[in-house]
Each structure stands twice: as C-alpha cells, then as structure tokens.
C-alpha cells in the first residue's frame, strides 16, 4: 500500500489557452449596454477604460490597471512629451490583445495639451486620444 497518493507526474502536457475577451459594449449616446463583442471594439473600449481609470485610486481594480496621467497635469511640455509614451504603453501593456503603440501626436489648444497615438491590437489598429 502506497503512502502517498497516485497523481498525474509531470509529464503531463499542459495546454494553454487564451481566455476569451468578450465583454459588454456601452452605447457612447445612450451610455447603456448595447451588445456583447470580442473583437476590436472591444478592445477599443479596454483601452479607454484603461487610460481613463488613475492607477492606485480605486479599490475596486488591482493594481495594474489604469493610468497615472493626472501626475503629468500642469508639467513642462516637453517632460509631457518625453513621459507621456511610457506611461500610455505601462497602462496598456498588461492586456495580451495589445501588441504597441505608436504615431504619438501632440497638439496645444488653449491650456489642454492633446495627444492622439495608435494602438495595434491583434484585431487591428486604432487611434486614441488623451487630453490633459
């Protein structure tokens, strides 16, 4: 009689699977739920929710979701324009279905400072803006 109990050995193949991403889809008019999708514009709003969220702020999300872009507010535009990047990309880089971000643009208009990029997903590519 064995005195340890007969398990799987470590032979066993694992497989990985990736997750699904489907989620709930707001109607930006009507500001319900619209439909449920796991493709692009699902993604599309991943990436908003993320970089609209400041990091370390609510409780309800772990501490790698979201954005520390409110720190920039009221900074030198040319240490925005240096730091901006990494801090979009750190906020973006914990969901898999974004592969970069590129085609940073800023632009002044009065005492907001736009900034409007790329995201290529594995879906496809889309453009974002963030103002600060």
Request: glycine share 4%; aromatic share 10%.
């Amino acid at each position: 009689m064995a005195t340890l109990p007969e398990v799987a050995g470590f032979d066993t193949d694992i497989v990985i699977a990736a997750q699904p991403s489907k989620t709930w889809i707001i109607d930006r008019n009507t500001l319900q739920v619209a439909y449920m999708d796991e493709g692009l514009e699902a993604v599309r709003q991943a990436v908003e929710i993320a970089l609209n969220v400041e990091r370390f702020r609510w409780q309800i999300y772990n501490t790698n979701f979201g954005a520390e872009l409110a720190e920039l507010v009221g900074d030198d535009e040319a240490y925005i324009e240096a730091e901006l990047p990494r801090m979009v990309e750190d906020a973006l880089s914990p969901d898999n279905r974004v592969v970069s971000v590129d085609n940073y643009t800023f632009s002044r208009s009065g005492d907001a400072l736009a900034v409007s990029f790329s995201v290529h997903t594995v879906f496809g590519d889309l453009e974002e803006e963030v103002e600060l």
